[in-house]
């Protein structure tokens, strides 16, 4: 899957809250280099504005079940736990996970 391919998603302010919650409580890492290191992830949200290259990297981790999302702009999820700078965004597995999917799948048609 190519960067191309990657599913992009309009952010929203209850996506915001929930991924400040999951980075309150230890379910969300948070930049690139977190999101290279971390095993089990179910969601990566990376800024559309990141290198074709950098989107090319993180659409690889489809292959092992993490759903890969681009997003613009990306200041609207970040704001919830106060980090505007973060380019990438992951979650791992769990409670969380599952109530971020439920959204997702509400949010698109």
Do not use: W, Y
Not at 20 to 45: D, E, H, N, Q
Not at 73 to 99: C, Y
């Amino acid at each position: 899957m190519s960067e191309q391919d990657l599913p992009h998603l309009n952010p929203s302010a209850q996506l915001s809250a929930l991924l400040g919650i999951g980075c309150r409580s230890g379910a969300t890492v948070v930049g690139l280099s977190a999101v290279r290191r971390a095993k089990r992830l179910a969601f990566v949200f990376a800024s559309s504005d990141l290198a074709q290259r950098t989107l090319r990297e993180l659409a690889r981790l489809e292959r092992g079940g993490t759903r890969v999302f681009q997003v613009q702009p990306m200041e609207v999820l970040t704001q919830g736990f106060g980090r505007e700078d973060a380019q990438v965004i992951g979650v791992l597995r769990g409670d969380l996970a599952r109530g971020l999917a439920k959204h997702i799948e509400e949010q698109t048609p």
